[in-house]
C-alpha cells in the first residue's frame, strides 16, 4: 500500500508547489493593480497664483489627471512654469496621497521699468524681465534711467550695455525696495554711475548710494536717517560713506 501512494503524494507535492508560486504572482497583481489606482492623480491643487489661471499653470507643468502620482518629475514640472511663466518667482511641486499634486507658487512683483527705443520693459526685482509695458501699466512703478538695455525679452534676465554692473546694481536696490515695501516712495533709479546710483525717495529726498557697504546696509541707513527728519525737510542724503556716516545736505 505504501508504494502505491507514493505517485500521488509526489503529484500532491507538485502542485503545492506550483500553487504556492502562482498565489504569489497573482497577490503581486492585485497589489499593483490597486497601488495603480491608488497612485493616481486625481486632484491638482494650484496655490498663490493670480497673474495666472490655475488652467495655465497645469499646462506649463504639464501634470494631468491619470497620471501615476510616483512617476511625476518635479524637476521638469518646475522648470515648464518657470520657462513659460514669467510672473511666476519660484515653485514648489509636491505630491500627497492619495493622488494629490499640489503647486505652490510665489509671483514676481512688477517693481520698475527701462526703456529701449521707446518701448517700456517691466523688470521684478532680479531684473527679470516680465513683460512689456505701455504708460498706464508702468505708472507707479520705478522708472530706471542711465541703463541702456540689451535686446530685452520676456522671461529672461535683463542684458545693458557695458560690464553688466548697472544690472547688478538695480537688482540689489530692487530687492531691497521690495523687502523694505518702500516701492511707493520711489520714483526713479538713475544708473548713469553704477558705483554711485541714485534715488528719488518720498518726493523730498536724492538718495547717492556708494560701494563702501552692502546695499542692504545702506538701506537700513536710509531708514534711520529718514526717521530721524522731519516732515518738512528735503535735501540730499548721501549714504556713501563708510559705516554709518549719512551726509544730509538741505536743497
Same mark, same amino acid.
Given at each position: ?86 510672473? *511666476? ?54 522708472? *530706471? ?40 516712495? *520711489? ?19 536724492? *538718495? ?44
Amino acid at each position: 500500500m505504501a508504494r502505491s501512494t507514493d505517485p500521488l503524494r509526489k503529484r500532491i507535492s507538485r502542485r503545492a508547489a506550483l500553487i504556492g508560486p502562482a498565489k504569489f504572482l497573482l497577490g503581486c497583481a492585485a497589489l499593483i493593480f490597486v497601488l495603480s489606482i491608488f497612485l493616481q492623480v486625481r486632484h491638482i491643487e494650484v496655490r498663490g497664483a493670480e497673474h495666472y489661471t490655475q488652467q495655465e499653470i497645469i499646462q506649463a507643468a504639464a501634470v494631468e489627471e491619470g497620471d501615476n502620482l510616483f512617476f511625476i518629475n518635479r524637476f521638469s514640472a518646475v522648470s515648464g512654469i518657470l520657462a513659460k511663466l514669467p510672473y *511666476v518667482e519660484s515653485v514648489t511641486v509636491t505630491t500627497q496621497l492619495p493622488g494629490t499634486v499640489v503647486i505652490d507658487i510665489t509671483e514676481s512683483r512688477a517693481l520698475a521699468w527701462v526703456e529701449l527705443e521707446g518701448q517700456r520693459w517691466i523688470v521684478d526685482r532680479s531684473c527679470k524681465v516680465l513683460t512689456r509695458g505701455a504708460e498706464d501699466t508702468t505708472s507707479g512703478l520705478i522708472r *530706471v534711467e542711465g541703463l541702456v538695455p540689451v535686446n530685452p525679452s520676456t522671461g529672461y534676465e535683463l542684458t545693458a550695455e557695458g560690464d553688466g554692473a548697472a544690472v547688478t546694481a538695480l537688482a540689489a536696490m530692487l530687492d531691497q525696495i521690495q523687502r523694505r515695501e518702500m516701492l511707493s516712495g *520711489v520714483s526713479y533709479i538713475d544708473l548713469t554711475d553704477p558705483a554711485a546710483p541714485v534715488m528719488d525717495y518720498l518726493g523730498r529726498f536724492t *538718495v547717492v548710494f556708494g560701494t563702501e557697504e552692502s546695499f542692504e546696509f545702506q538701506f537700513g541707513k536710509l531708514v534711520s536717517a529718514v526717521s530721524q527728519l522731519t516732515g518738512a525737510d528735503r535735501g540730499t542724503l548721501d549714504l556713501s560713506g563708510a559705516g554709518e556716516a549719512v551726509t544730509f545736505t538741505p536743497f
